[in-house]
């Protein structure tokens, strides 16, 4: 069975970090292209961050770059959000999907959404004082 789950989120000030993990089972990450999103309560889930399965190529939200990194440990068929300089706009559920196609192995969809074929349930991520 496929299977995504996301771990590591919490209650964190601004300013502060988080490392938002995600595990597959059932299947290698490494054939897929990874995205994170994020929806906070009354609004769309958005495309943070996602990474390619071929060299790792990845994309980010504008309000996201420099503060957060993604990246992929394929032995652990695990990705990871770096998340540093917290903001309180950064709260939200962030998700993990993926996808496999040939047209993603060199990029990956950040705003296409609707194209990832397995998402995890989320993890709460609260950036408060």
């Known amino acids: 069975q496929f299977q995504l789950v996301e771990s590591g989120g919490g209650l964190v000030e601004p300013g502060g970090s988080l490392n938002v993990s995600c595990v597959a089972s059932?299947?290698?990450?490494?054939?897929?292209?990874i995205g994170w999103f994020r929806q906070a309560p009354g609004k769309e889930r958005e495309g943070v961050s996602c990474?390619?399965?071929?060299?790792?190529?990845?994309t980010y939200a504008v309000s996201v770059q420099g503060r957060f990194t993604i990246s992929r440990d394929n032995a652990k068929n695990t990705v990871y959000l770096q998340m540093n300089s917290l903001k309180p706009e950064d709260t939200a559920v962030y998700s993990c999907?993926?996808?496999?196609?040939?047209?993603?192995?060199?990029?990956?969809?950040?705003?296409?959404?609707?194209?990832?074929?397995?998402w995890g349930r989320g993890a709460q991520v609260t950036v408060s004082s």
């Open positions: 999907a993926a996808i496999r196609s040939r047209y993603y192995e060199y990029r990956c969809p950040l705003l296409n959404k609707d194209e990832y074929q397995y």
């Open positions: 059932g299947f290698s990450l490494d054939e897929y292209a």
């Open positions: 990474i390619s399965p071929k060299l790792d190529m990845t």
